[in-house]
Nanobody, 125 residues
Framework: QVQLVESGGGLVQAGGSLRLSCAAS????????MGWFRQAPGKEREFVGA????????YYGDAVKGRFTISRDNARNTVWLQMNSLKPEDTAVYYC??????????????????WGKGTLVTVSS
């Protein structure tokens, strides 16, 4: 079992930055690829980014490439999402996810093993 708890969401102006954290419980954290998804009101859950179990490979959704960076520290059971140059369209609830498959295959929310409860990010114009 892996429990995921996100933090770091909040209100930020367009052009600003936020750093989200996801703290994981359990001793098997380093066996999972980790990812971030987001869901805006009335929209489907969208892939943001994923990182391999070793941290050596990262993948991003087209909407955030070049602006967001995902990283992890297996010793601290933590994964982060650094968000820069935020836009109003980035407003959403951001969810941390863990999957026992390759990070390159985390582009879909289906088949994710564990989800966090989410943290709200609001970007004002």
């Amino acid at each position: 079992q892996v429990q995921l708890v996100e933090s770091g969401g909040g209100l930020v102006q367009a052009g600003g930055s936020l750093r989200l954290s996801c703290a994981a419980s359990g001793r098997t954290f380093n066996r999972y690829s980790m990812g971030w998804f987001r869901q805006a009101p009335g929209k489907e859950r969208e892939f943001v980014g994923a990182i391999s179990w070793s941290g050596g490979s990262t993948y991003y959704g087209d909407a955030v490439k070049g602006r967001f960076t995902i990283s992890r520290d297996n010793a601290r059971n933590t994964v982060w999402l650094q968000m820069n140059s935020l836009k109003p369209e980035d407003t959403a609830v951001y969810y941390c996810a863990a999957a026992d498959r390759g990070a390159q295959a985390m582009g879909s929310p289906y088949g994710i093993n564990y989800w966090g409860k989410g943290t709200l990010v609001t970007v004002s114009s």
